[in-house]
């Protein structure tokens, strides 16, 4: 069985309070205002000694984002085999759903940041680039080896993250006033497939008809 060494765990840990001490700073000050000296003398260590655990302001932002993909791709994973594939994806999004709302004032302001910033936006979707593919493994396993296209499940994936981000679109437009979760529900709904319905036993009578 094989795991993070001792080393990456602390370094993990390290990068994880760089990040939640720098947040506050982009939040009151705005992104592109705030420098890597900035971040270093709030967290009391130098800038080289920064610039080891993050080589750029984005992956500082995006750093609480990082775990996501991992998280998601397990939610998959441990769907149960009988679930629907479109439920399933859903339930997959259950981490990026528990994340923001953990503290949902912190995340409203990260998602303002992001959303605001177009090197995070740009930033994020690249991230979210790399978690399609695990999710289409995923769905792969499922659907059985060869019974569909890889085309199609990594439409699929990416069109669960999609609904993801219109979710949290809402959510930030209303000011979080929605249950997250909620709006989740709602853009998944939106692109639910629709079972065609046979009416054959219980057709209107037509004229004539006994």
Request: hydrophobic content about 45%; glycine content about 10%; charged content about 20%.
């Amino acid at each position: 069985m094989t795991g993070l060494s001792t080393r990456a765990i602390g370094r993990a840990a390290v990068r994880g309070e760089l990040a939640s001490i720098a947040l506050p700073r982009f939040f009151d000050a705005g992104f592109d205002n705030v420098t890597f000296d900035d971040l270093a003398t709030a967290a009391g260590v130098s800038r080289s000694t920064f610039l080891r655990y993050f080589g750029n302001k984005e992956d500082v932002v995006l750093f609480v984002f990082d775990p996501l993909g991992d998280a998601m791709s397990a939610a998959l994973a441990s769907r149960p085999a009988t679930e629907d594939e479109w439920t399933a994806l859903r339930r997959a999004v259950d981490p990026a759903v528990a994340l923001l709302t953990r503290e949902p004032g912190e995340g409203l302001a990260l998602l303002r940041l992001v959303w605001n910033t177009p090197a995070l936006w740009g930033r994020l979707h690249e991230k979210q680039a790399s978690w399609r593919p695990a999710l289409a493994g995923h769905l792969a396993e499922r659907s059985g080896a060869g019974a569909t296209s890889p085309l199609a499940l990594r439409t699929r994936a990416m069109a669960a993250l999609g609904c993801l981000m219109v979710a949290l679109d809402s959510w930030v437009d209303g000011n979080g006033r929605d249950d997250l979760g909620a709006l989740t529900d709602l853009t998944f709904g939106a692109l639910a497939p629709i079972h065609p319905c046979h009416h054959d036993d219980d057709r209107t009578p037509t004229e004539g008809s006994a």
